[in-house]
């Protein structure tokens, strides 16, 4: 099992910045990708940014050019940091932690309690 803390957050107005952190415990096994989704009311959870083991990126097409995800391997913790924040990024932001287990031959995700980010004047 990996627990996930995060912190971050908050309210802040439109074209604003802000840092979200995720803090992953001793698992015993390695994490593949670690990285950020969001859920906006009425919306469907969909990925805002990633990152591998190996430092490889991948963000959603929404954030594009505006968010930064960085990971710590030593640490297990990631950061996003968020620019040029807009309404519509308002959401529960969750930390993902996704794991190949080997002798379940399957992917393992592991999910942090969210966070609140509300961009509003």
């Known amino acids: 099992q990996v627990q996930l803390v995060e912190s971050g957050g908050g309210l802040v107005q439109p074209g604003e910045s802000l840092r979200l952190s995720c803090a992953a415990s001793?698992?015993?096994?390695?994490?593949?990708?670690m990285g950020w989704f969001r859920q906006a009311p009425g919306k469907e959870r969909e990925l805002v940014a990633r990152?591998?083991?190996?430092?490889?990126?991948e963000y959603g097409n929404a954030v594009k050019g505006r968010f930064t995800i960085s990971r710590d391997g030593r640490k297990n913790t990631v950061n996003l940091q968020m620019s040029d924040l807009k309404g519509e990024d308002t959401a529960i932001y969750y930390c993902?932690?996704?794991?190949?287990?080997?002798?379940?031959?399957?992917?393992?995700?592991?999910w942090g309690q969210g966070t609140q980010v509300t961009v509003s004047s």
């Open positions: 001793e698992s015993g096994f390695s994490i593949n990708y």
């Open positions: 990152i591998t083991s190996g430092g490889s990126t």
């Open positions: 993902n932690a996704r794991h190949y287990s080997s002798a379940k031959n399957a992917w393992e995700d592991f």
